[in-house]
């Protein structure tokens, strides 16, 4: 198992950029692939972005396809969510998730099939 815990949350403007993070613990990163969910008041938590552990495969919501990059940092055991061009629609607590090395990718489209969760942090984009 897995312990995640993200860092790097705050308020930002609309238009500007944030960069959160997630420090792993328990098991080294290359033994999983790893991603963001978010979730929004009154929304059920939905996938931003996922990364396999040697970069291989890298997938994004079409929500933030050309704003967000995920990128990890197997050495530092952390992953990163680079996000830029904020919307007011990105406010929600972002929460990083991980699945071992060999689970379906199909399995990142519901939250139902991460393994792992970190605690989540909070997002607030402002006008």
């Known amino acids: 198992q897995v312990q995640l815990v993200e860092s790097g949350g705050g308020m930002v403007q609309a238009g500007g950029s944030l960069r959160l993070s997630c420090a792993a613990s328990?098991?080294?990163?290359?033994?999983?692939?790893l991603g963001w969910f978010r979730q929004a008041p009154g929304q059920e938590r939905k996938f931003v972005a996922a990364?396999?552990?040697?970069?291989?495969?890298?997938f994004y919501a079409d929500s933030v396809k050309g704003r967000f990059t995920i990128s990890r940092d197997n050495a530092k055991n952390t992953v990163y969510l680079q996000m830029s061009s904020l919307k007011l629609e990105d406010t929600a607590v972002y929460y990083c998730?991980?699945?071992?090395?060999?689970?379906?990718?199909?399995?990142?489209?519901?939250?139902?099939?991460?393994?792992?969760w970190g605690p989540g942090t909070q997002v607030t984009v402002s006008s």
């Open positions: 998730a991980a699945n071992p090395v060999g689970t379906n990718w199909a399995a990142w489209a519901n939250p139902r099939g991460i393994g792992s």
């Open positions: 990364l396999s552990w040697n970069w291989n495969g890298t």
């Open positions: 328990g098991r080294t990163l290359r033994h999983y692939a």
